[in-house]
T-cell receptor, first 112, second 114 residues
């Protein structure tokens, strides 16, 4: 049974560019959450999607947006990249009524 | 808002030593508490969880007890191995007030020497 799959694994972008990160949830899960983990820090919640709607959002600017597709997969988009956006981006899937979060291995984004 | 505070690392131990990583939390509701582990270059893996006061979570020799009176969820293991070297994150989720998002501590790096 495949877990959470994220792509790409690594990415290098230039300041001002836009980036799209992708996540396929664990089979049977219907909810996808995104987290940003800066080097040496704990993950910070960006937002959560359920039934193709943003269910909750953390303290991130509007440059961060997302989408969930009918097959429950999800995308995270970041516009106008800043150097400070360099981080590991983690996707976690779950069932909306459960605490059983499964994390992917993440996408390492470097902004230069 | 809700928050989690962990003891600072890195923590360096010899193999078979006793491990304690302290975690305290602040929450307005009745959160569930978690310990996650992150090995180098990987995502987070759930180590154990407790959903109500006095619950004890356990897995792979690790234990943590949900202490409401001291707002703590300290991680313990009686005898660590080199393979336990990783970063450990304490987290809470208050589904009633937070919609289920996880709030993490800053992480504690553990290094176990042979």
């Amino acid at each position: 049974d495949a877990g959470v799959t994220q792509s790409p694994t690594h990415l290098i972008k230039t300041r001002g560019q836009q980036v799209t990160l992708r996540c396929s949830p664990k089979s049977g899960h219907d909810t996808v959450s995104w987290y940003q983990q800066a080097l040496g820090q704990g993950p910070q919640f960006i937002f959560q999607y359920y039934e193709e709607e943003e269910r909750q959002r953390g303290n991130f600017p509007d440059r961060f947006s997302g989408h969930q597709f009918p097959n429950y997969s999800s995308e995270l988009n970041v516009n106008a990249l800043l150097l400070g956006d360099s981080a590991l981006y983690l996707c976690a899937s779950s069932l909306v009524q459960d605490y059983g979060y499964t994390f992917g291995s993440g996408t390492r984004l470097t902004v230069v | 808002g809700d928050s989690v505070t962990q003891m600072e690392g890195p923590v360096t131990l010899s193999e078979e030593a006793f491990l304690t990583i302290n975690c305290t939390y602040t929450a307005t509701g009745y959160p569930s508490l978690f310990w996650y582990v992150q090995y180098p270059g990987e995502g987070l893996q759930l180590l154990l969880k407790a959903t109500k006061a006095d619950d004890k979570g356990s897995n792979k020799g690790f234990e943590a007890t949900y202490r409401k009176e001291t707002t703590s969820f300290h991680l313990e293991k009686g005898s660590v191995q080199v393979s336990d070297s990783a970063v450990y994150f304490c987290a809470l989720s208050d589904r009633g007030n937070q919609g289920g998002k996880l709030i993490f501590g800053q992480g504690t790096e553990l290094s176990v020497k042979p």
